[in-house]
């Protein structure tokens, strides 16, 4: 069950990145890669920032998403290049 809700909570932050970070999205597998990636990410640096976002389900797609946008800006810099 936590495989499912990980890639559920990743396609959801995926999809809010790709929506937020306009002409930054690679179609839903990649969103759903870059969403899994970026919580992975999120998780990592934000407590290393000292932010706590909450609890739940919501504080993971929240955080999913923050990690999302910034793999999605770093990818998008480096594609430029």
Known sequence: MGIIAA???GAI???LAGQIV????F????NI????IGALVAS????????????GVIRDIINGTIGAM???VILSLIKRA
């Open 70 to 72: 910034i793999v999605l």
């Open 22 to 25: 306009r002409g930054a999205g």
């Open 44 to 55: 990592w640096l934000l407590p290393q920032l000292g932010i706590s976002l909450g609890s």
């Open 13 to 15: 932050a995926g999809w």
């Open 33 to 36: 890669v870059i969403g899994i």
């Open 27 to 30: 179609g839903l597998i990649g």
């Open 7 to 9: 890639l559920v909570i």
